[in-house]
């Protein structure tokens, strides 16, 4: 089992910048994917950007140009860089690791969220 812990969300009026990080219990080499989420309140989670563990990156269209993930392995940490943020960025974003083990079982992971609020 592994304990992600978000930090770094808050309150920012639109065109700032926040930086996202995500602290995990134990060594995220062994993560095949790492990834961010954000549910705004009403919406269904949707995916804002993930990592592999070959550093490979993919990111949802709204946020593309926007925002930058990246993974720390020497840190057990991943990042999410978000810019000009909007108002509809809006919602609580949570971090995510999928872990592949035998026989095609797949582990995921989910922090507690943390909650980003742009204002206008």
């Known amino acids: 089992q592994v304990q992600l812990m978000e930090s770094g969300g808050g309150l920012v009026q639109a065109g700032g910048s926040l930086r996202l990080s995500c602290a995990a219990s134990?060594?995220?080499?062994?993560?095949?994917?790492m990834g961010w989420y954000r549910q705004a309140p009403g919406k269904q989670r949707e995916l804002v950007a993930l990592?592999?563990?070959?550093?490979?990156?993919n990111y949802a269209n709204s946020m593309k140009g926007r925002c930058t993930i990246s993974r720390d392995n020497a840190k057990n940490t991943v990042y999410l860089q978000m810019n000009s943020l909007k108002p509809e960025d809006t919602a609580v974003y949570y971090c995510?690791?999928?872990?592949?083990?035998?026989?095609?079982?797949?582990?995921?992971?989910w922090g507690q969220g943390t909650q980003v609020t742009v204002s206008s």
């Open positions: 995510n690791g999928q872990e592949y083990g035998g026989l095609g079982k797949v582990y995921t992971y």
């Open positions: 990592i592999t563990s070959s550093g490979s990156t």
């Open positions: 134990k060594t995220i080499s062994s993560i095949n994917t």
